[in-house]
RNA sequence: GGCCCCUUCGUCUAAUCGGUGAGGACACCAGCCUUUCAAGCUGGCAGCAGGGGUUCAAAUCCCCUAGGGGUCACCA
């Protein structure tokens, strides 16, 4: 088998998009199962609207997801390139432009952007297709030479005006293009940059792509890039155009839709092994029922042959799901980890939590089954931390009624002198006490609940109890004793 | 508008060379479990876009129609 080598090419002008990333995956997973390289190249030609911030951001996603790459930035490689930033490697397309130009393959165009705009109104008007028409083509020398002199440029590959060009995809068989859809395209800005369909085809040639594996939004340029990578003496790449992914109303996804980068996802609490797990399932499938696989599983039963053809609906529930499991079957001390800084953005939770005898792992340990995200895992710890927490209004009228101050009193009573105090002598004493009393278990379990939480809803009772310890547990039912059962009289 | 891609439950998908009661998962509904809420388990609802062919036999092959998406940038 040839050496594999693969690339993910994203261009610093945002956010790692969730499309993008899938993008990453496939490749990533596809060169890992052959035993390939991984390269991670920056397509910055974009010169106002790349920026370092999102380079940032982008390799910090991949790192958290664990898309590792064998060539690229942050990466010392052994007769790599000199530079994984296309901003870098000018000095390659001025050369590979040139040997255009020399061999009359490409052609300065001094047609400026109002001219350009104007004639494709025009054909818009006689519902022609947008085309250039070559106006520069047949320029002479001297003419070229006098325009250079005071004018921008752009440089152009000359087409073919006839022919096809056949796409021969792993995923999609044979596309065919009729060459009378194409027009002399740029490869160079009158910046002197070159434009990504120039720059891709010289880069991927330069870093030994063996597979362009990327979004099918690029299908309908592979063609030119052919074209140019024949001028060029290139041999091309194989071709896999994944199928997009799209929002609930079939529309491309964006920010309207909710969230849309990496990072976003990170923030609401989801785990990465999730994200990446929804991510593989999202247009491809292991061929069997499989739907939850370890990174390992996925590796090794990747193909490009089980990617499907169509696009694909970003369906936030199911990664939700998927978040759940992993985090109530992931190892605990993991998901304490990974918990931790939510715990730490908010400040008085933190503040008892460093003072606090409660250990994290044991809290989450009780909440985690009740919970999908990392963040509600905060939510659901509140009051084993603080203690000015409110009570559920619906409960409180529901539960805290004539006679459960008394309730209550016999039960603190029990608990007191209950010894040792852990959940299983807990729920004893309390269904002795249920018994004794002559009332339902739930007529004491709920309003107790209510007392030591303020929810009515929650892991075990009698861990909450446990854990919370005798001393809290008291005080907080003499807390309620006070805001709720202090009548005159008694009750 | 031209060109290109796509079309199985609401959603993600499975179904070796055409022969299946069209399978699984999420969501939804019901039951079980139970001190609450979850989780878990069991069951249920729900699909081959439409129309023509080819064939003994079509989700599967061919054609047409419709629908969705992409592209036609000095953005990638």
Avoid at 33 to 52: A, C, E, F, H, V
Avoid at 301 to 306: D, G, W
Avoid at 345 to 364: F, K, M, Q
Avoid at 411 to 416: I, P, Q, T
């Amino acid at each position: 088998m040839e050496n594999t080598r693969v690339r993910f090419a994203p261009s610093p002008t945002g956010e790692l998009h969730i499309g993008g990333v899938r993008t990453a995956l496939f490749n990533w997973l596809f060169t890992r199962n052959r035993g390939g390289r991984m390269i991670l190249r920056i397509d910055d030609t974009d010169k106002q609207r790349s920026s370092p911030v999102f380079l940032d951001t982008i390799i910090r996603s991949m790192q958290w997801l664990g898309l590792n790459w064998d060539e690229g930035p942050q990466i010392e490689t052994e007769g790599g390139q000199d530079s994984y930033f296309q901003s870098e490697r000018q000095a390659i397309y001025e050369e590979e432009a040139q040997r255009l130009l020399d061999e009359k393959k490409a052609y300065y165009c001094f047609c400026t952007a109002e001219e350009l705009q104007a004639e494709k109104e025009r054909q818009r008007r006689v519902k022609q297709p947008p085309r250039y028409s070559g106006r520069c083509r047949n320029l002479t020398s001297a003419e070229r030479e006098k325009l250079k002199e005071d004018n921008s440029f752009v440089i152009r590959l000359l087409m073919p005006q006839e022919g096809t060009t056949v796409v021969r995809d792993l995923i999609r068989g044979e596309v065919t293009f009729d060459h009378t859809n194409f027009d002399d395209f740029i490869i160079v800005r009158s910046d002197g940059l070159p434009t990504y369909n120039f720059a891709s085809v010289v880069d991927d040639y330069k870093m030994g792509i063996t597979h362009v594996i990327r979004a099918e939004e690029h299908l309908s340029n592979t063609p030119r890039q052919q074209i140019l990578a024949q001028r060029l003496g290139y041999n091309i790449p194989q071709y896999a155009h994944v199928p997009m992914i799209l929002a609930p109303d079939h529309s491309k996804l964006s920010k309207r839709h909710g969230a849309t980068s990496v990072q976003e996802y990170r923030k609401m609490g989801i785990l990465p092994e999730a994200l990446i797990n929804y991510l593989a399932l999202l247009g491809w499938s292991p061929g069997d029922d499989r739907e939850i696989m370890t990174i390992e599983e996925m590796i090794e039963l990747f193909s490009l042959e089980k990617v499907s053809r169509n696009p694909a609906i970003f369906d936030l529930d199911k990664l939700i799901w998927l978040n759940g499991h992993y985090l109530r079957t992931m190892e605990l001390q993991t998901i304490a980890e990974r918990a931790r800084p939510f715990f730490q953005e908010n400040a008085e939770i933190w503040a008892t939590c460093r003072e606090s005898r409660l250990e994290i792992e044991d809290v989450i340990d009780l909440v985690r089954d009740r919970v999908k995200t990392l963040r509600e895992i905060v939510d659901a710890s509140t009051y084993f931390y603080l203690e000015d927490f409110s009570y559920d209004e619906k409960g409180t009228k529901k539960h805290f009624r004539k006679g459960t101050g008394d309730i209550l009193k016999k039960v603190a009573e029990v608990l007191e002198q209950t010894e040792p105090f852990t959940a299983d002598v807990i729920k004893k004493e309390l269904q002795r006490l249920s018994k004794e009393l002559k009332i339902s278990p739930a007529k004491i379990n709920l309003p107790v609940r209510l007392a030591v939480t303020g929810r009515t809803m929650g892991p075990d009772l009698f861990d909450i109890i446990s854990l919370l310890g005798k001393e809290k547990v008291l005080a907080r039912f003499k807390k309620v004793e006070e805001l709720f059962f202090k009548e005159p009289n008694g009750v």
